[in-house]
């Protein structure tokens, strides 16, 4: 039957390499791969032992990158000790003493790993010994033969087709030349700041708690007194003296309207009895005010005084969480973003260049575009002993019923990531390709540090997936000072 293995992945630990031991037992001799070679046994202490592992390594060794990556990431394998239906197994001999003896045929070639790998049979355990060759790459050089062995001449090239390894053919060193002289190049690129700075904020203002608590008493000042003030306490009786009848008499309401009948014909009245007039009138203004009170206090609003201080409580407490946000939308508002560029200087293409910026402790990192949308303040409590026309009171509707209007956001395109660490910051950009001799433009970033800095420097790195290696740098950003005003920033009581 087919060899019944997962090739799509290399082989990784003891549980992989069995399962392709059992596999290769099941398999039949036609199933040899390009990635997949066995031998049922050799012996490993001879010359023929030596040169045949060797040959099998240097022809897994001298494969194109694009089709070796095809199976197993890359990898093959040379399994000495098994082949189907059969697994004799081969004596353990120290890897350190085998070593040397590839080294006579393989040269510097060293980009393979030896490890003996148990599998069960009928007849107990056996050892089989596994040879696992790394994926070849672009630019790497044609591993030949280092040491004559019998009708094979030093400088021979050996190459893995399907089932077997043999040597070279034209075509084959072509395609290996070509391999040597694609060699992936390393990434080059600059990274600058044209345009931005750092900001060196600085908070001032009232203290968050002073500010919180003088609106709580602001609000609280909307309930009633526990005792009526002195000027509110009720008129005592008054005594006057009527101009048209000697003596003291208390001013009743017949004596009122008459004083008042008086009045308005036109009679001269005393001052006692202008002033008795004018007193009780502002009694029964006062009184009547106070009535109308009452009823809108108490008649048109539902909520206790205990309601009301809970609602405040509620209302402050959502205003000193809402304060830090508001802050930081206040400084991104007021910050000149730093717009990194990255610079392509060379005739390459450079796919998918990611550059990351490494700041140093303290300084934080906001996105522009997560503070957009103008800061909603909470709203304060209605105001106690409102009128409620409807009658609702301090009806609560239930969140479910409320329509969603504010969704969650959807961005076409990635953003930078910000990864914070005790001694740095580390700012990652999305990858982005940059043709050649172009300046890229990265996402705008706001940096924020202390007020007394005058700058920061920086360390950047970057990264292409067509080409090798990473290239660093240091770049030196400047700061400019941002003062904050905490109370020109908190919202007016309304």
């Known amino acids: 039957m087919a060899l019944d293995f997962d090739s799509s992945r290399a082989v990784m630990g003891l549980r992989d390499q069995q399962r392709l ?38 022809g897994f060794a001298n494969r194109m990158p694009d089709i070796s990556a095809q199976w197993a990431q890359g990898h093959a394998y040379l399994l000495v000790g098994i082949e189907p239906g059969n697994a004799c197994g081969v004596p353990r001999i120290d890897i350190e003493k085998l070593d040397p003896k590839l080294a006579q045929y393989l040269g510097d070639f060293e980009r393979y790993q030896l490890t003996y790998v148990p599998i069960e049979t009928e007849q107990g355990a056996v050892d089989v010994l596994f040879v696992d ?13 280092r040491k004559d062995y019998d009708k094979y001449r030093q400088g021979t090239v050996f190459h893995r087709s399907p ?48 500010l919180l608590e003088e609106r709580r008493a602001a609000l609280l000042a ?143 990192v906001l996105l522009p575009k997560e503070y957009d949308e103008q800061v909603r303040w909470p709203e304060p409590p209605k105001a106690f002993g409102q009128s409620d026309p409807f009658g609702f009171g301090s009806l609560v509707v239930p969140p479910l019923l409320l329509p969603h209007v504010h969704g969650p956001r959807m961005d076409l395109f990635p953003r930078p990531t910000i990864e914070t660490a005790a001694t740095s910051t580390i700012l990652r950009f999305p990858a982005a390709d940059a043709r050649p001799h172009e300046q890229v433009l990265l996402d705008p ?21 067509n080409s090798d290696g990473r290239i660093e740098g240091t770049l030196r950003l400047p ?11 908190f919202p007016a009581a309304s």
Not at 133 to 145: K, M, R, S, T, Y
Not at 181 to 209: I, K, N, W, Y
Not at 445 to 465: E, H, M
């Open 21 to 58: 031991l059992r596999a290769v037992l099941g398999a039949n001799e036609a199933d040899e791969q390009r990635w997949l070679e066995w031998k049922s046994t050799l012996d490993l202490t001879s010359a023929h032992g030596a040169f045949t592992t060797a040959k099998a390594i240097l």
């Open 133 to 145: 060759v790394a994926p070849p790459n672009w630019g790497d050089p044609i591993h030949p033969l």
């Open 222 to 364: 909307q309930l009633p007194t526990a005792r009526r003030s002195a000027e509110d306490a009720p008129p005592a009786p008054y005594v006057v003296k009527s101009s048209r009848e000697p003596g003291s008499k208390s001013l009743s309401f017949s004596a009122l309207k008459e004083l008042q009948a008086r009045k308005a014909a036109g009679e001269s009245l005393t001052d006692e009895e202008l002033e008795a007039l004018e007193r009780v009138q502002g009694t029964l203004r006062r009184v009547s005010e106070s009535a109308m009170a009452t009823m809108g206090m108490f008649r048109s609003d539902s909520r206790t005084p205990a309601q009301f201080r809970e609602e405040v409580d509620t209302y402050v407490g959502r205003l000193r969480r809402a304060t830090p946000k508001a802050l930081t939308a206040e400084v991104v508002c007021r910050s000149t973003p730093v717009v990194f560029e990255l610079r392509n200087p060379t005739d390459r293409f450079l796919a998918q260049v990611e550059a990351i910026v490494r700041l140093p402790a303290g300084v934080q």
């Open 163 to 210: 089932g077997r390894t043999e040597p070279a053919k034209a075509r084959e060193i072509d395609d290996l030349c070509q391999r040597v002289l694609r060699r992936t190049p390393t990434v080059e690129v600059s990274l600058s700041a044209p345009q931005g700075a750092v900001s060196a904020a600085c908070l001032t203002g009232t203290d968050l708690e002073i």
């Open 479 to 489: 700061a400019v000072p941002l003062v904050v005003d905490l109370d020109a920033t």
């Open 445 to 465: 970033v706001i940096l924020v540090a202390g007020p007394d800095i005058s700058g920061i420097s920086v360390q950047w790195s970057a990264t292409a997936t």
